[in-house]
């Protein structure tokens, strides 16, 4: 699975320049999954570009558990769905473009 987050650029080159999410694109060679990717994509990319703050989806999708049960990622990390690593990946976006700040230990 790919997931391609676009960010757009608010107030450019101004003291309220803003970085934002805009768009997700998720894409996957599974077909089984086409349906819902598509839908969760299209309503994801709809909240980002509402604006205001789009930092609760990622503890929202997050939480999503498999009734199956989950799995390990690469590097032993366990993702209890394939919904919530979606959330994680949205989660380490907003990190890095600096929409959720991290807690300093200290």
């Known amino acids: 699975m790919y997931i391609t987050i676009n960010d757009i650029i608010l107030n450019p080159n101004t003291d309220n320049e803003q970085r934002r999410p805009f768009e997700i694109f998720i894409n996957s060679k599974n077909m089984e999954q086409f349906q819902w990717v598509v839908a969760l994509t299209r309503v994801i990319s709809a909240v980002f570009r509402k604006g205001g703050d789009c930092t609760f989806l990622a503890e929202e999708l997050k939480a999503v558990f498999d009734p199956q049960g989950g799995y390990f990622k690469r590097g032993g990390k366990f993702m209890p769905s394939l919904v919530a690593e979606i959330g994680e ?18």
């Open 89 to 106: 990946a949205i989660e380490q976006h907003l990190t890095k473009i600096g929409m959720i700040k991290v807690a300093e230990l200290g």
